[in-house]
């Protein structure tokens, strides 16, 4: 029996004082002993925690009598194994950056779509999916046929989207991300920049819950996530393999960050090929003397940080980003 959960959750709500909130917040996680990384915003919080389940329900509890956060939603995995090392919490300026002001979620978003809603969606002739993810996320997994945009950050979201309105303009648009709160804001900002209200919608929980709620139909490959787990299975209806290796390009969902830490790109590599490339992306990256040893995960832990944040790729690896959902 799997002995630990992670939780994925956010909210928005207009904290007052939302950096004391923080300061104070930690310190309560810090007594509970979870791990995960909490980001608190004046607009709300947005999480990805991991702890037993005796944790997870105290968690829960704690946020749920708090009126601010009346009706927060969790989406929860079992898990072997903790999804982070430590605990973070933070305060910023957005609880998911997207770099547009005035756009609320809970004032105007895209009409909410519950999972069983998104099946019965999958084959209308005047429906399309969009990814509001970012490429990194989407080459390991999307909905099949879906729109996807060439991103490397959720802040490119709003120019790209831009470029799509004409085109589909009749058309009914299910956008969907990994938990949803990237919708929140996506859709909100479809609607507030001249897509038709009424044909913008988002899933409810985003693939997550779609997965847990109706098996995954028609989404292809995994879902990338923002913690140690790098992805989750969500299809176990007509399941496939989208991504190949970089190196062999077999059929393989494995991401690693690259061994030459100022690389530190995200990407896929199969098992054998790790141990062939020490990790490397490329020849060029496992010739630089400050390779990090490899050993069969591609993951690099917190001592990797500064490098981490230095490193060009520093918005791709899944480690030292924001959580997103
Ligand atoms: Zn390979
Ligand atoms: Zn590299």
Redesign the pocket.
């Known amino acids: 029996m799997k002995t630990l959960r992670t939780l994925l959750f956010y909210k928005f709500a207009r904290i007052p004082n939302a950096e004391q909130f923080a300061a104070d917040h930690l310190d309560y996680c810090h007594q509970l002993g979870i791990v995960g990384r909490i980001l608190v915003a004046d607009e709300g919080i947005n999480g990805t925690i991991s702890g037993t389940i005796e944790q997870c329900d105290a968690y829960i509890q704690h946020l749920r009598q708090q009126p601010l956060f009346e009706g927060i939603e969790f989406k929860i995995d079992e898990e072997d194994l903790h999804s982070f090392h430590k605990i973070h919490v933070r305060y910023r300026p957005e609880i998911v950056h997207f770099g547009v002001p005035n756009i609320d979620p809970n004032t105007s978003t895209g009409i909410y779509l519950e999972p069983d809603e998104v099946l019965a969606m999958l084959d209308e002739p005047d429906v399309v999916f969009l990814d509001t993810r970012n490429k990194v996320e989407y080459e390991v997994g999307k909905f099949k046929n879906a729109i996807t945009l060439d991103i490397d950050t959720f802040r490119e979201f709003p120019e790209k989207v831009d470029e799509l309105r004409e085109q589909y303009k009749d058309k009914r648009i299910v956008t969907y991300c990994t938990g949803g709160i990237r919708c929140e804001k996506a859709t909100a900002y479809m609607v507030q920049s001249g897509f038709e209200a009424d044909k913008i919608f988002q899933i409810h929980g985003g693939i997550i819950r779609y997965a847990k709620e109706t098996g995954g139909k028609d989404f292809e490959g995994v879902c990338y996530v923002f913690d140690q787990r790098i992805t989750v299975p969500v299809n176990e209806v007509n399941p496939s393999v989208i991504s190949t290796c970089r190196i062999c390009g077999k059929s393989e969902v494995r991401m690693v960050n690259?061994?030459?830490p100022e690389?530190?790109?995200h990407f896929v590599l199969c098992e054998s090929c790790g141990w062939k490339m020490q990790g490397?992306?490329?020849e060029?990256?496992q010739q630089v003397p400050r390779l990090r040893p490899y050993d069969g995960t591609g993951y690099y832990c917190r001592t990797g940080k500064q490098l981490f944040s230095k490193a060009k790729n520093a918005h791709r690896p899944a480690f030292s980003s924001t959580p997103q959902q």
């Open positions: 690259c061994a030459n690389c530190n790109e490397a992306c490329s060029a990256c």
